[in-house]
């Protein structure tokens, strides 16, 4: 398995058939996607990206760090889950936010994804919420030293 820093649009098959079902690939693009501090990491195996990660240079309110990055957009391919692929993703993205002064991750976290989260080293803050036709979510941070 290679880990590659790669294009926004690269992440859209991959978003759409795991985290947008059905639905139209319009709403696979994220705001920031395009942003030059926006980080997109896919996994590969053999020429194949499996799995995708993208980190976007963004503050929550729950938060006092200034130096905070959004974590949106995990996702494995069914048949390739629970092979370590996301947590290579984090493992090689968290070096290189770092260097770009943050100190902070957080997500909005599905409650069916919380669980990983915990595993690769993420808390919870505050109550669940509800995304409009995605589901119920939890905030969940990790600092990084
Ligand atoms: C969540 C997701 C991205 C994890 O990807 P992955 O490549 O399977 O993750 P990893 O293999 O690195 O998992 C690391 C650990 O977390 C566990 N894990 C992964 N997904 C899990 C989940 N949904 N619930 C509980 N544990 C999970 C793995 O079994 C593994 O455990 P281990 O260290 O004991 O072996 C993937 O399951 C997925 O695409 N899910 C559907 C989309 C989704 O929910 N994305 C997150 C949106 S917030």
């Not at 978003?15 to 693009?29: A, E, F, H, K, N």
């Not at 942003?35 to 896919?42: A, K, N, V």
């Not at 048949?79 to 997500?107: A, T």
């Not at 505050?126 to 990790?142: A, E, N, R």
Request: hydrophobic share 35%; proline share 3%.
């Amino acid at each position: 398995m290679r880990v590659r820093q790669i294009s926004p649009s690269d992440t859209y098959l991959i978003r759409q058939q795991v985290l947008r079902p059905g639905r139209d690939i319009s709403t696979c693009y994220f705001k920031d996607d395009e942003r030059d501090q926006t980080l997109h990491l896919g996994a590969f195996i053999d020429k194949k990206l499996v799995s995708v990660a993208s980190f976007y240079f963004n503050k929550s309110s729950s938060f006092e760090s200034i130096g905070q990055y959004q974590l949106r957009g995990m996702a494995t391919l069914p048949d390739f889950r629970g092979q370590g692929y996301s947590s290579e993703l984090l493992k090689f993205g968290f070096p290189l936010i770092k260097r770009n002064f943050c100190d902070l991750v957080w997500c909005n976290a599905r409650v069916s994804a919380i669980d990983f989260y915990k595993k690769v080293g993420f808390d919870s803050i505050g109550d669940t919420f509800d995304i409009q036709d995605v589901g119920p979510h939890q905030l969940m941070y990790k600092k990084i030293n």
